[in-house]
């Protein structure tokens, strides 16, 4: 049975959805909460008596003969010999146990070694490569770890059949990307969550530079606070914290692309969604790389924010259109292994927060590309320019640019706590209250915001605004960030009312399109490439000029409106017959034109005949009876935008 959600405005989910003594707020000047995680503690760590822990031995048995793990090494012991450890094979090697991953494939033998300046690492032996003709190749990735491997003629097959008898150790979990598995959150150092009957670890090819320095409370009043008053600044930080909720919201990857004049701060604002991780210069991304290269670094940042700076610099090497495509499946492509088979796909669910002088559109259109309404709503466009500007609140700072200046410098010193709390706040929720919670949510914003009628894209596009309010909401309720209450939704809400207005309204971005195309068509040969009808409908204006590669013709009328005080003025109004090839081989081109006939005769624009037809029968200069598309003057004095819930234009 499904529940039921209410979408009344106003309501406050958060306070039921915690339990605030599993989930203590933060206070002012505390820090993060102790976090549960299954990491292995380093050589040096103390126990709870202060000394180094002491690892026990183990004995393994193969064969005739018996191994022995001791803190010093591994020993070898034949089945001959009735004392002693026997022969050392090499310097300290334990086998921890054995991981796979959760389809039960990948098998791999975990071990902790101590290199020969005594630092205990942890490293993973796929079981295929002992078995393999490239066996001792395990052997040289343990020295090159800095292990004392011994130099005697059968010590290195000893030490690969010890490694290959351990079978019976403890199990574990393989994963290859950050993010929730299992309903634990892995990073590449660490766990958040209850370790559970088998600890993960992480077997990424590369690391998400996850780092922590500094307390939460230092990064809450020196950056999330200065998000009160400036909108775009807060939806970023929220955009930073609604990376791990994107897959429990079941929307695809996508986000927001920040665009505007040179120096407005658009990456400072990127900046300080990365200082919830990491220090920003580290974590962000660069639009300098390859389409492949863009793709295995979602897989890398898994069920995190996906941060894209500077779209001006990733020049002509890679199709920004592709890439914003190949983004939002979540999916990578489809691949052969080495030896002809299909790899697995790569996946990824990534909230997206991209910079840059140019907009997406302009970016494509300028390659000489043409931009489609599904790259639109994936990355949705925020233009510095409009609305009230990326710096309204400069709270005592002279300008923005020192305001810009503290945020950055603050961020060099107090980045990553916040996020590791925000993880450990979310580990301890139940899953399906969360998912509840993020459902009740969208449908309140969309219910306050999205007009009446809008599009399936806009409504589309309004997830990721709410869904980033909904996690600025939640981090503020767990007192990560200090906002007051609200603040997160108002500040989505007003930036989403600015891009319906930006984009030309709620409707479909493929409607608009048609009819700016039409419009474009009829402003720029409307009098070059349509001969203008005379006084005998039947017959060419004989003064007008020539008309070169012709559409078709123009009546021009004119018209009084109604309320204007000067009776002299003369207004005229031109109705446009269009031949039938041209129709659609020139006025919509590379359109959808059943589509397109459908749009315009419901907007009033298109004429259709007695049966409904989009064409009708006319008797135009030099022919009897042709079939030509009728566009009315509508076309440019209707009013085709629908209004939001307060009654203004959108």
């Given at each position: ?5 209410n979408v ?15 989930v203590?707020a933060?206070?002012?000047g505390?820090?993060?909460p ?18 180094p822990?002491?690892r ?6 193969a ?7 001791k803190?010093?090494?591994?020993y070898y012991?034949s ?33 902790r ?12 032996i796929?079981r ?35 490694l290959?008898?351990?079978?019976d ?7 290859k990307a ?5 309903g ?9 969550g ?12 590369a ?9 939460v409370?230092?990064w809450?009043?020196g ?23 994107l ?11 920040i ?27 660069s ?39 190949s ?30 002088e140019?907009s ?19 990355f949705?466009?925020l ?6 500007g ?7 700072f ?9 945020l ?20 301890s ?18 219910h ?11 409504t589309?596009?309004?997830?990721y ?23 997160p ?10 891009w ?6 709620a409707g ?7 009819l700016?195309?039409v ?12 001969s ?6 039947s ?57 397109a ?13 007695a ?39 959108i």
């Open positions: 049975m499904t529940a039921q959600v009344e405005p106003g309501r406050d989910d958060l306070q039921t959805l915690l339990n605030p003594e599993a203590p933060f206070k002012p505390g820090t993060a102790q976090k549960s995680t299954s990491e292995k503690k380093p050589a040096n760590e103390a126990t709870a008596t202060g000394k822990e002491k026990k031995a183990q004995t393994v048995k064969g005739a003969g018996q191994y022995r793990a803190a010093d090494g591994v012991r089945g001959e010999d009735d004392e002693g450890d026997g022969r050392k094979l090499c310097g300290p090697l334990f086998i921890i146990g054995l991981a796979r991953d959760f389809a039960g494939l990948g098998w791999s033998v975990v071990v070694l101590a290199d020969l300046d005594g630092n205990e690492k942890q490293h993973l796929p295929g490569k002992l078995v393999s003709q490239d066996s001792t190749r395990v052997l040289e990735e343990l020295a090159e770890l800095g292990l004392w491997i011994s130099t005697a003629n059968d010590a290195k097959k000893l030490l690969l059949q010890y290959a008898s351990g079978v150790g403890q199990r574990l979990r393989l994963v950050t993010g929730w598995h299992d634990r959150f892995v990073l590449p150092d660490e766990v958040i209850d370790a559970g009957e088998e600890p993960v670890i992480y077997q990424g090819r690391k998400t530079p996850i780092a922590s320095a500094g307390t409370a230092a809450r009043d950056i999330a606070r200065y998000a009160v008053g400036n909108p775009l600044l807060m939806l970023s930080i929220c955009s930073g914290f609604a990376g791990p909720l897959r429990f919201a079941g929307m695809d990857t996508g986000g927001f692309h665009f505007g004049d040179s120096k407005d701060g658009k990456s400072t604002v990127c900046y300080m969604a990365a200082s919830l991780w990491g220090n920003p210069e580290d974590y962000k991304l639009w300098t790389a390859t389409e492949n290269g863009l793709e295995s670094a979602a897989t890398v940042y898994n069920d995190l924010p996906f941060l894209l700076d500077e779209l001006g610099q990733a020049g002509k090497k890679i199709d920004v259109g592709a890439v914003v495509y983004l939002s499946q979540s999916k990578g492509k489809t691949r052969s292994s080495d030896v002809g088979a299909l790899r697995d796909h790569a996946r990824w669910s990534c909230f997206v927060l991209s910079t840059g140019p997406i559109q302009a970016y494509i259109e300028k390659n000489g590309g043409k931009v489609s309404a599904g790259q639109l709503v994936r949705i466009e233009n510095t320019g409009q609305g009230r990326t710096w309204p609140e400069l709270h005592g002279a300008s923005y640019h020192p305001l810009c200046t503290h950055r410098d603050t961020a060099k010193a107090q980045h990553g706590a916040a996020g590791v709390a925000w993880l450990q706040g979310l580990v929720i139940p899953r399906h209250e969360l998912e509840e919670s993020i459902k009740a949510a969208m449908q309140r914003f969309a306050q915001y999205v007009p009446e009628g809008a599009s399936a894209q806009v589309h596009a309004a997830g605004f709410a869904l980033a309010a909904f996690a600025g909401d939640l981090a503020a309720h767990l007192g990560l960030t200090g906002w007051p209450a609200g603040d939704q108002r500040a989505a809400g007003e930036l989403f009312r600015g319906v207005r930006g984009r030309g309204g479909s971005e493929e409607d608009r399109q048609i700016e195309q419009r474009l068509h009829f402003t720029i040969h409307g009098e070059a490439r349509y203008r009808i005379g006084e005998d409908p017959a060419v204006d004989k003064d007008a000029p020539r008309t070169l590669s012709r559409c078709g013709w123009r009546e021009v009328n004119p018209v009084n409106p109604e309320g204007l005080k000067d009776k002299d003025s003369s207004y005229t109004e031109t109705t446009y017959y269009v031949q039938a090839d041209a129709w659609a081989k020139e006025v919509l081109a590379g359109v959808d034109t059943r589509r006939n459908k749009l315009l005769a419901s907007l009033g624009i298109l004429k259709t005949d049966s409904g037809k989009y064409s009708c029968n006319k008797r135009m200069p030099g022919h009897k009876l042709i079939r030509v598309y009728v566009v009315l003057p509508t076309l440019f004095s209707g009013d085709f935008l629908p209004a939001d819930d307060d009654g203004a234009e």
